[in-house]
């Protein structure tokens, strides 16, 4: 019995993709995938490996017990103090590593520019308005907003 080219064509056709398939798909997935379910198992290890960019509030007032008194009673008392320092592991390891200024003088419109979808209540301020260029150190201290800078 003989084949009849037009079928044999697709066969060998059907073969030829089935191949591109096969060595596209070698090529493409990871290695690690599938290791420990439907995602790269190596994925584990890079995240686990990475290093603690925050140490959390309890670390931070171990050491800053003046701040803490500070804001203890202030609206701000809730706010962990990496919210507004950024990421601080490393100073809280080692206090010789700086933790960093913050520098924006205007840093606290992060949370209260004033913005319509916020809840009412929330403080906010027109920033212009408020205090044009002035730092927002100058008359509220960080800590203790409702007062002045302490020092
Ligand atoms: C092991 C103790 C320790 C821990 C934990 C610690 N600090 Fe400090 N920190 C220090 C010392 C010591 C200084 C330098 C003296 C000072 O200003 O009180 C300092 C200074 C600072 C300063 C002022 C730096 C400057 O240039 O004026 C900031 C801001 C600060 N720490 C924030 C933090 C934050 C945020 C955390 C938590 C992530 C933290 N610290 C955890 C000991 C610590
Ligand atoms: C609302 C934002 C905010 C929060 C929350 C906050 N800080 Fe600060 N902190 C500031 C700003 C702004 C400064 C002044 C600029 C600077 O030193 O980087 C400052 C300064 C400091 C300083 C050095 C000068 C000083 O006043 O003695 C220390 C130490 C400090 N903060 C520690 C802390 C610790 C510890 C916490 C958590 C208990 C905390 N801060 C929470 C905004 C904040
Ligand atoms: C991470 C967000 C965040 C940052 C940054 C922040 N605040 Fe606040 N602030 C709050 C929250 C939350 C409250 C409390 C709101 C409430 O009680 O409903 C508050 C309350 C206040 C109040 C009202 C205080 C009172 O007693 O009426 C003032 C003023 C204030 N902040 C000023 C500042 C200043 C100045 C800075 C910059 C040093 C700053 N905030 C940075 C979140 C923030
Ligand atoms: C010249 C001094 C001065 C400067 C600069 C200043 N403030 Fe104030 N701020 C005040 C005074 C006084 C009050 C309390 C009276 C009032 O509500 O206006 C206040 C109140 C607030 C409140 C509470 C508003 C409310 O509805 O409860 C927030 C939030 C605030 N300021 C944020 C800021 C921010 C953010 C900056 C920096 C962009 C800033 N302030 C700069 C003097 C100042």
């Known amino acids: ?6 079928i044999s064509r697709l066969l060998l056709l059907t073969v030829v993709i ?27 290890k890079e995240n686990s490996s990475s290093g603690i960019a925050f140490a959390g509030h309890e670390a ?19 706010l962990n103090c990496e919210a507004c320092h950024e ?9 010789n590593v700086s933790p960093g200024k913050i520098t924006n003088p205007q840093f606290c419109l992060r949370c209260h520019v004033k913005d319509f979808a916020k809840p009412e209540k929330f403080p906010q301020v027109d920033a212009h308005e408020h205090a044009g260029k002035d730092a927002c150190g100058t008359c509220h201290d960080p800590h ?7 020092k």
Request: glycine share 8%.
């Open 1 to 6: 019995m003989k084949i009849p080219p037009q």
């Open 18 to 44: 089935v191949l591109l398939f096969m060595s596209a798909k070698t090529i493409l997935v990871p290695v690690s995938f599938g290791q420990y379910g439907w995602y790269r198992g190596q994925a584990l």
């Open 60 to 78: 931070c007032e171990e050491c800053h017990s003046d701040i803490v008194k500070r804001k203890a009673g202030a609206r701000h008392k809730g």
């Open 87 to 95: 990421a601080n592991a490393a100073h809280a390891e080692d206090p």
């Open 144 to 150: 203790r907003p409702s007062e002045s800078p302490a």
